[in-house]
């Protein structure tokens, strides 16, 4: 299957920091690509949807000034926790898919917020 | 909400096939039957999808009923690695988000 990398693989920051969160498709060109969240014990979360060259669409309850998504090229797409809080820790994992075919996840970055 | 139903946990002999259910008696016509799991602290893997037609590849088999309110997985000889959360999602092929339920906890046993 396709290939979704995700850097860093964990990040510890200091309440108040912002940290960026890279989701590159390897081998293919991704229209669309999605952010996750997974909290212990749970299920993934979906938090937005984002499409190459346009504004993310955010699910409800997600606070969009908070976590800054961008979508600059058919192979990245960011995700920017701005001013993280302990409660923000958790597990974000993307997803990325060519038109038509199916989603793959990239291996999920462990951010702790201390 | 998630639109599909599966049995939080089931146990399965290594070397047996593991059967995995899942009801989505909402699904509409235009939506896929798609499979993933997740190995603890890993991205979920890709397995199977399928719209109408039962599925195979080198991973598993997907069973999906005549009315497609329902699905079942299979794993034809299962091995400890099996060991997972199995998610079963409907879903458009066409760029549409994967909304994830509860997934069934599977253990493969020695």
């Known amino acids: 299957g396709a290939v979704v990398s995700q850097h860093p693989s964990w990040v510890i920051c200091k309440s108040g920091t912002s940290v960026k969160i890279e989701c590159r498709s390897l081998?293919?060109?991704?229209?669309?690509m999605f952010w996750y969240r997974q909290f212990p014990k749970q299920s993934l979360m979906l938090m937005a949807t984002?499409?190459?060259?346009?504004?993310?669409?955010?699910e409800q309850g997600v606070e969009k000034d908070k976590f800054l998504i961008n979508h600059a090229s058919l192979t990245l797409s960011t995700l920017t926790v701005t001013s993280a809080h302990p409660e923000d820790s958790s597990f974000y994992i993307c997803?990325?898919?060519?038109?038509?075919?199916?989603?793959?996840f990239g291996p999920g970055t462990r951010l702790t917020v201390l | 909400d998630a639109k599909t139903t599966q049995p939080p946990s089931m146990d399965c002999a290594e070397g047996r096939a593991a059967n995995l259910p899942c009801n989505h008696s909402?699904?509409?016509?235009?939506?896929?039957v798609y499979w993933y799991r997740q190995i603890h602290s890993q991205g979920p893997q890709y397995i199977i999808h399928?719209?109408?037609n039962n599925e195979t590849n080198e991973m598993a088999s997907l069973i999906i009923t005549e009315d497609r309110k329902s699905s079942t997985l299979i794993l034809p000889h299962a091995t400890l690695r099996d060991t997972a959360v199995y998610y079963c999602?409907?879903?458009?092929?066409?760029?549409?988000?994967?909304?994830f339920g509860q997934g069934t906890e599977l253990s493969v046993k020695p």
């Open positions: 999602i409907v879903g458009s092929n066409q760029g549409g988000k994967l909304i």
């Open positions: 909402t699904i509409s016509g235009n939506e896929y």
């Open positions: 399928g719209l109408k």
């Open positions: 997803s990325a898919r060519e038109a038509g075919n199916e989603q793959f």
């Open positions: 081998d293919f060109q991704a229209t669309t």
């Open positions: 984002s499409n190459e060259g346009s504004k993310a669409t955010y």
